[in-house]
């Protein structure tokens, strides 16, 4: 009985194992990012290119198995949520620098890499919403409001440690030094109203339920809540308030993508690059995901626009990201989640 | 311990099969010794207190909540009558096919307070608001160990349930004959004989709980493992992150250990009778409805509320899930399980019968390592994974470039083999400490007498034990079916370009408090664990009425 089922699936290894980096007409992706949002503007270039986009999507531990692989890695492009990861990836060298103008042309000059190492897609406000009914117009206007000790108990965040929290809080390293970005978020910890939990949804959510009036969450989740009959109700229960607007401005973080050092299908790889930055796909992060697009004069989603106008803070993303791990660590420091 | 002749291919074979198996963990162990920082000062003055009290406390929680329902059920099912004890015996094993995290999803939308539960108790009581009164909150501590015990009790179940019925009826009458009561009977004969498959169905839901990442994260409940992810990702420290993996696997050699530990103080064999429906105890009036309603509870909570959650969900949703993509996702599913399940057995098979057969310290050290890597949370074990395979390919492709001049690429990095050797040493651990446990009843004067009659190992190990250890490797076969069906951090980054199962489909959505569009996979994921289950549950009932045939 062990021979005849070792020997076909041997064969099964062998057949599975026949290198499919040397297909033509492909492209390869890793990609940090949820495939469900990103299929759809895969779908558009593989139709009007012809070029097959092979995709494989996890959370964990894509930059290891990048480096693990080496040279002979099939991967072409590397797609992020976050600015973290990209400069994790251009500092463990697994990506090239891609010199393109049309790539420069699209996308401004404080969302991509210096030297061509990654460039951002897609950028997102991290805002604040306020309850609509227990919270009056303009009482919160900043993040350094948030630690205030008149809002003690009214505050809902995800997890300190999320990538998008910590992105913030490094973010305030970098705008106020540690010793009082520390304060802050000490004064944030002991505003909350419940221990962390959930994603930037369950925050809204909470605020629809009394839990709490006050919520840290990424502009474009109250977009796709608007549009989930399920969820329309939490997302109508709050205001959206862009902080920061009487000063530096609204905290931005990017989603982006980075071609591999050793990417075997360059050309390919660039197409795709280039047309993810182009007008068409850069229409489609707008309209589907209601994320602010990097290319100019890309028109907003309809409600996204009706937010309006808003100032972004310019700082050094590379910058930012450097202050991750002070930043993690400081969540611990002040026991955030607990 | 038996010494036989030429046992040296098992020998052999095994020390392959633990190498194999041990390598993505001398890989982790091996990043260990090069953190990019020591994070133990920090860790130990801000966090680690609660990571370790976390973890304790839901291992604890986790452990009395499984055997309790475990042990209690299964001796009910195997010594007693009463009503819907058939399918009672079977519907105990389903709420192992619902994956922990969507539990936790499913309950979380049940009572929470947007949810009918609460929202039917205001109605009642004319409350409105969160803060007009109390009702526990499910994201906790109490809410993780609640629906942990409720998905993870069936190891206990499973292997207990076979340690009963395995064990002579005989023992129990004597025990009996003597004057010590059913309960007496039970405490100091039945569970005692029990206790190895007991130890492992504990100490396999044990491992599970360490090793979870989903469904602590979605209850906010931060143990060891959340520790680990925070190091590894967003402090940027994959070996400060591979140190809290090897702490976490000492946590499982002292499980591994204490069951050994209880074992070795008791050694016993059986060789005749197997408990029959004859030998069951028929119980009358309110004692019989209290044993229904202790063995239904489970099922109820476990299976059934989340299963009818689910189905509403996927027939709403059911015209956006239902596609021809979606069947290939359940192809994939179940290509990758039934793969692993068989691979894990026959290795499992041939470990436990060398350790067996020869009985040495080499034989006995590497059955144990063979089972390490149930020990490591899932992505850990999958960077484990990749790094020694991507070397082992570079090495080939850099051998042929020097010396043929072509590039052989990645051989098994990214195809379904990796994948599918990453789920085997995943639940190795599972299928040899099943197998061992229903090896470890079997009489060795069985051995002796095959070896008089002058059978070689092999021929022993197809006429003799397979047959009575039957029951044993299909319920191991089982559990590592169902757990690779719901296999979800390895598989997302052990698998190929394009390929998706359904445990990764439900992920995506379900991760975004969107568990409705994927329900319709949650639920195949179910179904599909459903008939291994069916299958066993009808081998168990045919080797029932053999042996009542044969007495």
Redesign the interface.
């Known amino acids: 009985m062990n021979k005849t089922i070792t020997a076909p699936f041997l064969l099964g290894m062998l057949f599975a194992a026949i290198p499919w980096s040397y297909a033509a007409d492909e492209v390869n992706v890793y990609s940090y990012r949820k495939p469900q949002l990103i299929q759809p503007v895969f779908d558009e270039f593989t139709q009007s290119t012809g070029i097959r986009v092979n995709v494989v999507f996890a959370k964990k531990g894509m930059l290891e198995k990048l480096r693990s692989e080496g040279m002979n890695s099939p991967a072409d492009v590397v797609f992020t949520v976050d600015i973290g990861r990209l400069s994790d990836l251009k500092n463990a060298e697994l990506t090239q620098s891609v010199r393109n103008t049309v790539l420069d042309n699209n996308i401004p000059a404080y969302m991509r890499d210096p030297e061509g190492h990654w460039y951002g897609l897609t950028s997102r406000a991290r805002i604040i919403v306020t309850s609509k009914d227990r919270i009056s117009e303009g009482a919160v206007s900043s993040y350094e409001d948030l630690a205030e000790p008149r809002f003690k108990g009214l505050i809902c965040t995800r997890s300190g440690k999320h990538a998008y929290m910590v992105a913030l809080t490094a973010a305030m390293i970098a705008h106020h030094g540690i010793a009082e970005a520390q304060q802050w978020l000490a004064g944030l910890k002991s505003n909350l109203a419940r221990k962390p939990e959930g994603n930037d949804r369950s925050q809204v959510k909470a605020i629809k339920q009394g839990v709490c009036d006050i919520a840290l969450i990424n502009h474009y989740y109250m977009y796709k809540m608007m549009t989930d009959p399920k969820q329309k109700p939490w997302a109508d229960a709050v205001r959206v308030v862009f902080p920061n607007q009487n000063s530096r401005g609204t905290h931005m973080n990017i989603s982006g993508m980075a071609m591999t050092k050793y990417a075997p299908n360059k050309d390919h790889a660039l197409k795709l690059m280039e047309f993810l930055s182009g007008e068409g796909a850069q229409q489609m992060y707008a309209q589907v995901n209601g994320e602010y697009a990097v290319k100019q004069g890309i028109p907003l989603a309809d409600s996204v626009k009706a937010w309006g106008h808003f100032k972004r803070d310019h700082i050094n993303l590379i910058e930012v990201a450097g202050f991750r791990a002070e930043a993690s660590r400081m969540a611990d420091r002040v026991a955030y989640d607990d | 311990m038996l010494t036989t002749t030429n046992t040296g291919p098992w020998q052999t074979g095994t020390i392959c099969i633990a190498l194999v198996a041990a390598l993505p963990v001398l890989a982790i162990g091996w990043l260990a010794f090069f953190p990019a920082e020591n994070i133990w000062p920090?860790?130990v003055s801000?966090?680690l207190p609660?990571y370790l009290r976390n973890t304790l406390v839901l291992m604890a929680g986790v452990g009395v909540l499984v055997s309790l329902i475990g042990v209690s059920t299964s001796y009910l099912v195997s010594t007693c009558i009463f009503p819907f004890r058939t399918q009672l015996e079977w519907l105990l094993l389903l709420p192992l096919a619902v994956p922990a995290y969507v539990i936790a999803y499913l309950y979380t939308d049940l009572l929470e307070?947007?949810g009918p539960v609460q929202t039917g108790l205001r109605g009642i009581f004319g409350w409105?608001?969160?803060?007009d009164y109390w009702f526990p909150n499910i994201?906790s501590m109490g809410g993780a160990i609640s629906l942990m015990g409720l998905v993870l009790y069936p190891y206990v179940y499973l292997l207990a349930r076979t340690s009963f019925l395995e064990q002579s009826p005989h023992l129990l009458d004597v025990s009996r004959l003597m004057g010590r009561s059913q309960f007496k009977t039970f405490l100091f004969v039945s569970l005692p004989i029990a206790r190895p498959g007991i130890a492992i169905g504990i100490a396999l839901a044990l491992m599970e709980t360490l090793n979870d990442f989903g469904t602590v994260d979605?209850?906010?409940v931060?143990t060891l493992t959340?520790g680990l992810?925070?190091v590894?990702?967003?402090?940027?420290?994959?070996g400060g992150a591979a140190q809290i993996a090897l702490i976490m696997l000492t946590f499982v050699l002292l499980l591994i250990g204490l069951e050994l530990l209880g074992r070795k103080r008791t050694g016993f064999y059986q060789s005749v009778g197997r408990f029959t429906a004859r030998d069951r105890i028929k119980l009358k009036g309110c004692r019989k409805w209290a044993a229904f309603t202790i063995c239904f509870i489970p099922v109820l909570a476990g299976f059934f509320i989340p299963v009818v959650m689910l189905a509403g969900y996927a027939m709403t949703y059911f015209h956006q899930s239902w596609n021809s993509q979606f069947r290939d996702y359940a192809m994939n599913s179940l290509w990758v399980s039934f793969?692993t399940a068989?691979?894990c057995v026959?290795m499992a098979l041939w470990v436990s019968y060398a350790k067996r057969i020869t009985g040495n310290g080499w034989v006995n050290n590497a059955a144990r390592l063979a089972s390490m890597g149930y020990a490591v949370p899932g992505?850990v074990l999958?960077?484990g994974v990749?790094?020694p395979?991507?070397?082992i390919?570079?090495g080939v492709?850099g051998f042929f470039r020097s010396y043929f001049g072509i590039?052989?690429?990645?051989?098994?990095?990214?195809?379904?083999?990796a994948l599918i050797l990453t789920c085997v040493i995943r639940f190795l651990a599972i299928s040899i400490g099943g197998i061992q446990a229903s090896f470890s009843k079997v009489s060795t004067s069985i051995d002796m007498a095959a070896r008089t009659l002058g059978h070689a190992p092999l021929k022993t190990l197809r006429l003799f034990h397979l047959p009575l250890i039957k029951s044993g490797v299909l319920s191991a076969a089982l559990i590592v079916f169902v757990d690779c069906m719901k296999e979800l951090?390895a598989t997302?980054?052990l698998?190929?370009?394009?390929?998706e199962t359904l445990a990764?489909h439900v992920y995506?959505?379900a991760?975004?408090?969107?568990i409705?569009q994927s329900a319709l996979g949650a639920l195949f994921i179910v179904l599909a664990g459903l008939i291994p289950v069916i299958v066993l549950s009808k081998t168990i009932a045919y080797s029932q009425t053999l042996t009542r045939q044969t007495e």
């Open positions: 920090h860790l801000t966090a609660r307070f947007a409105e608001l969160a803060k994201r979605f209850f906010a931060h959340a992810f925070d590894w990702l967003n402090m940027n420290n994959l793969a068989s691979c026959f992505a999958a960077v990749v790094i395979l991507a070397a390919d570079n492709d590039s052989t690429g990645l051989l098994l990095s990214g195809t379904t083999c951090p997302l980054l698998r190929p370009f394009n390929f990764t995506l959505f991760s975004d408090e969107m409705e």
